[in-house]
């Protein structure tokens, strides 16, 4: 389709990118090339680090270029609290929005029995022993509220009380500048059932 | 916001791709170190491949890894056609929908005398002294139909003119496909004053 061979399989490698199709893979190979070189140079750049660096800390397996993440090593933070998150986004969305002060464990997905997603592939053996080394008090549950996250929250909130750790769920309900009438109605009932006392 | 620095670095790198916004490119980040490292490693390779190596046909300006693109360079296409356009996207879109088979001048914009696009910038001098070498008998004018596009192909045709050679433009009017209810006015009024003999 392109007259140079390389042009055509730039924009082939663009597709590789989430939600980019034949039409805007092109229109990006076509910015890069004629307004960006210097952008695509560092993106070149990062790409090759990004994948080569960065890897998933040992301790809370949230993705980082070194063997324990910031957080994990940071001795500013509250180590009796944990909060189990999916995705290394969710960590990001927290940090930037709640003063949450202590650990994370990424589950990297949640449990689910029908895609091969066990208890061993989100490795809970590693909340595990965090657990069993008895410096966690409390364990917040912040998976998605859907099936599979409340699933997850559940499964692992068994495991903390195994250990008579206290276990906790994020609360869920209608968000802050929603009106009523627009909110599902899945979350509305599930923010009657879980009113609170004023 | 990110723990990891060069993941931070990556999301601010992936933002330079024209409709990438702050979260589409925390989606990319994560899906290309999550899911396709092999795609992430690709993609470096290209892009700094394209950007060192593919720069403008000496002949016809459009984008190409040699001095001469493909096109310039067969001894298939004829010589005594030229194609004038805009983009190198419009080059290939043509290839793909047409049996055009001249050659090409690909003018990297249209004439834009508020930000400083004037004939020198889209190095008509090119095309002026292809036109003086007397091979080329029909000048084919297929820029954008835009008030610049229109323009822009109105300059190059008295240029043609002041040789004595044959200047046309592609057909404007209703899409095949199309219903008249649906088009804008001015394509159909377009579409009716340059009616056709059956």
Same mark, same amino acid.
């Given at each position: 389709m392109f007259q140079s061979r390389l042009l055509g399989e730039l924009v082939e490698a663009l597709r590789c990118l989430p939600g980019v199709g034949s039409k805007g893979a &092109?229109?990006?190979a076509f910015h890069l090339l004629e307004r960006d070189p210097e952008g695509a140079r560092r993106l070149s750049e990062k790409l090759i &680090?990004? $994948?080569e660096r960065i890897a998933h800390c +040992? !301790?809370?397996r949230? !993705? +980082?270029e070194n063997q324990v993440c910031d957080i994990c090593a940071s001795g500013? #933070?509250?180590?009796s609290l944990v909060c189990v998150v999916e995705t290394p986004a969710? $960590?990001?969305a927290i940090e930037h929005a709640t003063g949450f002060n202590g650990l994370y464990f990424v589950l990297m997905g949640h449990l689910s029995p029908l895609d091969g997603i066990g208890p061993e592939e989100l490795e809970l053996e590693r909340l595990e022993a965090r657990l069993d080394e008895g410096a966690v008090s409390e364990l917040i549950l912040a998976t998605n509220p859907t099936v599979e996250g409340e699933a997850t929250a559940h499964y692992i909130s068994e495991m903390a009380?195994? #250990?008579?750790?206290r276990a906790t769920r994020i609360a869920h309900g209608v968000p !802050? *500048? *929603?009106e009523l009438g627009y909110v599902d109605s899945g979350t509305l009932s599930h923010a009657m059932a879980g009113r609170t006392n004023l």
């Open positions: &092109q229109r990006m &680090q990004a $994948v +040992s !301790l809370c949230n !993705l +980082s500013h #933070r509250d180590r969710d $960590v990001a009380r195994a #250990r008579e750790i !802050l *500048g *929603g």
